[in-house]
């Protein structure tokens, strides 16, 4: 029943410099997953003989699957071959076959094929070759002591192409997947739904249970093994659990943004909605018009970032300003109105507040209001946003779309 | 003359789901380059206790240098405190300065800390307490053996932070640093950078090259190993070249976005700008107004979505529309001219086209025109953008800020 625990390994110097990522454990992770085998570790390492056999000799000490993508080219930094047969205690036998697709695919590009390619057809003894067709380098598997352990290219294409053609047959059979859920919930902290859902949390196994928390949201992330072919009882029962401790603060699941769901209900209330934004310079426009066929209910927005936009532009009388300041919820509440009267829109909706770094008269950065408009309904919110410029600006817009969502969520009138 | 080597320990469970990157490394690799520190491994591992201690103690084993990040929040899969506890055999004890601040961090907020929190002041026997402050959860730095231990949570801000402050001066001295350098291209693809920059690339050695592509823009990160105190003479080099055979496509370093050179030039110019956006939908503004200090050149801008908001709100003749459609060049020059007229900026900068998934009367998804419009200078770039939804609109504004970019670098007046 168990598909056991899998290890991802990237190897390749060039993966440990600063603004490289190994895009390669996100497919593998997602197939293993499939298969109802769980991926534990992960490790990225340099072309250094010594770490390389050290991180493959850790990984089949403690887990039953072992992937390791990269440094299986022809030059002198691709040593994977070398680790492997170190680390297992093998010999390395050139294999003609190898050899002979090798020579055949430069001969058919009228090239000589350079002799230190002659490497890539070195293979462990015993390693089951695996056929590589967008590519020189091919892949071995080898099998010790009940592991498995499978070299791969590092080039997402061919390692993708092999992996599911050859790789995914070979894999312990489980009967089992993991099946996962993420629910996202909005305007409150990471310690207000911890807490909230302490009881939910403690009764999850043998479901997995993570808390996420990203700039204005909340994430918790579910996983359940299941067997093959069935539901997930234990995923449904938490989603209900949640949803009843939450109630509308639960606001999607899984790949669903708050953005889609305010389109989403107003393309069904067959309404739509203008933006007028001050500390959010565009972002919560820019939010909304991401969503595809987004012009169905997005009529427009403004920009009304210094003063004389917010009375130009923005439509807001001078003397509200003069008595409440930019940063207030009246000006907030004329912003949202204003949007909707100048472009035609059954909802406006806006932010104004200081992002930073510099405070302001009204108050520190984070001092943030966020207002909606509708034909009879107006409604604000005060908020003192935590974090630098760029959180701030981030969790204003989030708090403006969720004041929209909640009240286009039910049947009430605008 | 060396400063050892390092290995980034990322912990978390949702670190090993699909879709889930570290993001941290790259701030770190860089960093403990700087200090002359090599990473050689970097291991990503859950929540569970066995694994974490495994991970922890093989790193260990085979570094000088351990920072991990992440699991020090106040829930119960938080788990770091616990692990490097028992990894160097330490009892926990409850730090009453950190739990004083931890409670002082609720009263501020009229609220009474919940009591799963007092995790957070637990701290293994001899630690460093190193402070946190953009969060709850303190920092912990150990010393075994000639190992350096240090717990950072995972949250960016917080980590970036506190490594700067306290991190940095307790790592070894080593006489040596990495230096590195990122070129910024605008408005060229992979391959034509990669063409042009052939020569300089070939005889880049001892400097590491590396190129990279992200929407709308080309990398190169270049790396050279350097005594300390010293210049880097060979990216210094290599600046100057990459320079002479780019010309203004190369728009920036290190850490300078499009965004704030666009605006510093307005700036030193005592100029302004308006944005007026059909398929970017507020991305332009929203990037320019990440800006620090925005409000001293940015007047404001509009979303222009549907037609109605381009006759209306951004003042198109609804006659220029009808003769050669939303998404044509004299529109986007209209915007443009409409939204610095509107805003009495001294540059109007526009984008309208397709950005999918759908195909419009005047082409397919990408089909894409930008605009800049001043008192005297109107300018339009026809761009047909590949990629998706997200990467077009993304593309487009990229193109629209590097149109900007090139009017207002010289003494050229508007």
């Known amino acids: 029943m168990s598909g056991g625990s899998a290890e991802l390994v990237a190897i390749g110097s060039e993966l440990l410099g600063p603004g490289r990522t190994d895009t390669n454990g996100s ?7 499939e298969a109802g085998i769980a991926v534990r570790f992960r490790t990225i390492v340099g072309d250094t003989p010594a770490d390389l056999e050290d991180v493959l000799r850790n990984a089949l000490r403690r887990s039953q699957v072992v992937i390791a993508t990269g440094g299986l080219g ?51 003894r015993g390693a089951e070759v695996i056929p590589n067709p967008h590519g020189s380098a091919p892949g071995l598997a080898l099998r010790h ?11 997402p294409l061919e390692m993708r192409t092999m992996f599911d053609a050859s790789v995914g047959p070979m894999l312990p059979a489980s009967g089992v997947r993991f099946a996962t859920r993420i629910l996202k919930i909005a305007s409150l902290t990471e310690s207000e739904v911890d807490h909230r859902l302490d009881p939910v949390a403690r009764s999850a196994a043998p479901v997995e249970w ?20 069935g539901g997930n009882p234990g995923i449904d029962r938490i989603d209900r659990e949640c949803a009843a401790m939450l109630g509308d603060h639960l606001f999607g699941r899984d790949e669903e943004t708050l953005e889609e769901i305010v389109g989403g209900r107003l393309l069904a209330r067959k309404e739509s909605v203008a933006t007028a934004e001050s500390l959010t310079g565009g972002l919560i426009a820019a939010r909304l018009s991401s969503v595809a066929g987004a012009s169905g209910w997005l009529a427009g927005g403004m920009v009304c970032y210094g003063e004389a936009a917010k009375t130009g532009l923005g439509g807001v009388a001078a003397n509200l300003i003069a008595a409440h300041g930019a940063v207030s919820a009246p000006v907030a509440e004329a ?61 204003a817009a989030q708090s403006a779309l969720d004041l929209l969502r909640r009240a286009v969520l039910g049947g009430d009138p605008a």
Chains 1, 2 share one sequence.
């Not at 430069?106 to 090239?111: C, I, K, N």
């Not at 002591?145 to 080039?155: E, S, T």
């Not at 993570?210 to 072919?229: K, N, S, W, Y």
């Open 210 to 229: 993570t808390i996420l928390a990203a700039p204005g949201q909340v994430e918790i992330h579910l996983r359940e093994r299941v067997p093959d072919g």
């Open 27 to 33: 497919f593998l992770t997602r197939r293993l997953g």
């Open 74 to 124: 022809p030059t002198i930094d691709d040593l994977t071959r070398e680790a492997a047969a170190a680390v297992l205690d093998l010999p390395l036998d050139e294999d003609p076959s190898i050899l002979r697709d090798l020579e055949d695919r430069y001969r058919r590009r009228g090239l000589v094929m350079p002799p230190q390619n002659r490497r890539q057809a070195q293979v462990p």
């Open 145 to 155: 002591d009940g592991r498995l352990l499978v070299l791969l290219p590092g080039v």
């Open 335 to 395: 912003l949202a109105a204003g949007a909707r009267a100048t472009l035609r829109a059954t909802w406006g909706v806006s932010a104004t507040g200081y992002a930073g770094p510099d405070s302001g008269p009204e108050g520190p950065p984070g001092t943030v209001f966020v207002a909606i408009a509708g034909t009879s309904v107006r409604r604000h919110a005060a908020l003192r946003l935590p974090g630098d410029r760029a959180a701030i600006r981030k969790r």
